[in-house]
Structure formats: C-alpha cells, structure tokens
C-alpha cells in the first residue's frame, strides 16, 4: 500500500466497520444505511460491496416484501463468515453456545456434571462440542471464550488453578480448541462482571454466592484481574484468624463446597451472612464502588436484602446490593463478548479494501 492509497483505505475501512456494527443490528437497505448513519447512497452501496467481497454480508429476501415492482435489496452480516464459542464450566453443568457476529445464539446446550465427573472426562466433552458445533454450522470458527468456576492464574502463562469444590475445576478446556483459534481464558465471575457492566463507564463489584464465592471488579470499564490473575477470590480472605472457608465449615455451610442449597431456610442466613459480610465489607469499604450486584443459584431477593442490610450494619457509607438479572447468561454473554472483541480486532486487522 503506497502513501497515496493509504488514506482513502483506511477511510474505507473506517466506513465498512459503521456498516458492519449497523448491519449486526438488523437487516437494512442502502438507503436505511446512508440515512442512517449520514453516509452518501454511493459510499454506502461501495461499503456493502466490499463487505461482501470478504464475506461478511449478503443480500436477503424478506418474507414480508410486496413481489410487484422494484424491491429494494436488504443486506445482512452473513453468519456463514464464522462463529464465536464459548465453553463455561460450572460445578453443575458444563454450557456450550455458539453465536455470529452479531451476537445471534446459535447453539446453546447445557450437560448436566455430577460430583463424580472427572476433569478428563469435561475435556472430552469440550472437544467433542468444539468439533459438533462446527460440523452442525458449517463455518470457521473465528475465536473461542472459556469461563471456569476456578482461580485462573496469570503469572507465568494461563493456567487454570484447580479447586476442591468439583473435581472437574481444574479440566483443560482451553486447551481443545484447534491450535490456530485465538482463545480467551478467565474466571466466571470475571466474565460474569463484564457480562453486567456492559458498555456503562464507573466501578462494579459482581458478587457471586454458589458452589464457590467470588467477586469480580470491574474499574472505568475495565476488569480488575491483579498481578496473578486470581484478585476476586474470596474464600481466602481472613475472617478472624481462619480464612472464609474455614468459618463457613465452622459454620455448617461448607464442607468441599458452599453449601448454598441451605440458604433456602432463613434459619441459616446469620451463620452464612456473618463471615461473609465481613468480608465483603472490608473489600466495598476499600474499593468502594458505584455499583454492588450479586448473582448465583443460592440467591433470592430477600436473601440479596438480607445481605445488603449486614453489609450496611458494617460499612461507614450505606450500599444497595441489586440482584442480577443475567442468571445462568451471564458467564456466557461475558465470554462471548470477550471472544467477539478479539475476532473483530483480527478481522479489521487483517481486512482487505481493494
């Protein structure tokens, strides 16, 4: 690319990349794309061209179009480009879905694990998926997201740190994936923080109450991972002299794992709520972000409100703890967020404008 042709490239690319995110949207004619995005009809008719070229977009038929008369084409992201996949590993089951570029769900399957499922045996089946989702969609896979219910370790390269919640914590699932597919590894709750903060600028602390304990810190957008990767972790945090896990054992509300499933008896929220709100107190007292969202299986409103209400017993300024809407959607929509970023930045990357 010579100096005189870079210019007008790069504009070309900058105009193909608005048509693109419009298109990821919904369908549109040439003349919705110029309108909308204040583009002339030529530059608009060029963009979609070009998107078509490198097989990113494709004209439609509607069904809802009149058959008389000139029709006006409608233009499409065509999902035959490549697919995003996302392999989420919790204590209960393992999630496999797979979505286009804009973000349609494609594949979403849930295989139910059990406290006997080993970590070879998740691997098996994470490389079976990989390999099933592409046979049943028929198109590249252009970058894969896995989410872990386990400490990811940054120091010294990725690796998953396995717990003695599940014995299948620890399963490689990163590793199945072909060997040219970029591949973004991190823990759920992470992911599940990203998933909640979406595109709003602030702070948020995603709280997670299930098998394990967990918070994910979302600061200006960005999440907080720290030097080794594993800030979040929760269950190591001192109560005392003993760490969280070993009050909650005290307690009666851990024995391999939390025993979350006992939550649903008020009864046993003071011997849970205790150790715990300390903990989170002194992390929101620290921090002290704009924004406190819990998520997991063992949480209802009225528990969410009882935990607010301990947290406020203990902190100087008061919180409001929100309960998440996201649910089991959250890790995955995080991780496929993650895996749409990276494959979008390769795509641009690599675009050719001619």
């Keep these: 690319m010579t100096d005189s042709t870079a210019g007008p490239r790069a504009l070309a690319t900058l105009t193909d990349i608005?048509?693109?995110?419009?298109?990821?949207?919904?369908?549109?004619?040439?003349?919705?794309?110029?309108?909308d995005l204040g583009i002339s009809k030529p530059t608009a008719s060029q963009a979609i061209s070009r998107l078509q070229e490198n097989g990113l977009a494709s004209a439609i038929e509607r069904d809802n179009e009149p058959k008389r008369g000139r029709v006006p084409e409608h233009y499409a992201l065509d999902s035959g480009f490549g697919h995003l996949l996302a392999l989420c590993l919790q204590a209960e089951f393992l999630q496999v879905r797979a979505t286009d570029l804009a973000g349609k769900?494609?594949?979403?399957?849930?295989?139910?694990?059990?406290?006997?499922?080993t970590a070879a045996q998740v691997e098996q089946m994470g490389a079976r998926e990989i390999s099933r989702v592409a046979a049943e969609l028929g198109s590249p896979l252009l970058a894969g997201a896995v989410s872990q219910s386990a400490p990811v370790q940054r120091d010294g390269g990725l690796r998953v740190l396995a717990t003695p919640i599940?014995?299948?914590?620890?399963?490689?699932?990163?590793?199945?994936?072909?060997?040219?597919?970029?591949?973004?590894?991190?823990?759920d709750v992470n992911w599940?923080?990203?998933?909640e903060a979406g595109e709003l600028a602030g702070s948020l602390m995603m709280i997670y109450i299930g098998s394990g304990l967990g918070a994910g810190l979302v600061i200006d957008g960005a999440l907080h991972r720290?030097?080794?990767?594993?800030?979040?972790?929760?269950?190591?945090?001192?109560?005392?002299?003993?760490?969280?896990?070993?009050?909650?054992?005290?307690?009666?509300?851990?024995?391999t794992r939390v025993l979350w499933e006992k939550l649903a008896d008020?009864?046993?929220?003071p011997a849970f709520l205790s150790p715990f709100g300390r903990v989170l107190a002194n992390l929101i007292g620290f921090v002290d972000p704009q924004r406190v969202v819990a998520i997991g299986p063992g949480l209802t409103p009225q528990l969410c409100a009882a935990l607010e209400s301990e947290l406020n017993s203990l902190l100087p300024k008061p919180v409001h703890v929100q309960l998440s809407t996201l649910g089991t959607e959250a890790a995955a929509r995080g991780a496929l967020a993650g895996a749409r970023e990276l494959a979008l930045a390769n795509l641009w990357e690599n675009y050719r404008v001619r």
């Design 18 to 35: 608005r048509v693109f995110d419009y298109l990821c949207q919904a369908p549109a004619t040439r003349t919705q794309i110029a309108a």
């Design 105 to 117: 769900t494609l594949v979403d399957r849930f295989y139910p694990l059990t406290a006997q499922t």
């Design 166 to 187: 599940f014995p299948s914590s620890g399963a490689n699932l990163a590793g199945q994936f072909a060997g040219g597919v970029p591949v973004l590894l991190d823990n």
């Design 192 to 195: 599940m923080a990203l998933a």
């Design 226 to 255: 720290g030097k080794h990767g594993t800030a979040g972790e929760l269950e190591t945090q001192l109560v005392g002299t003993a760490n969280l896990r070993d009050a909650l054992g005290e307690a009666g509300m851990f024995q």
């Design 266 to 269: 008020e009864r046993n929220w």
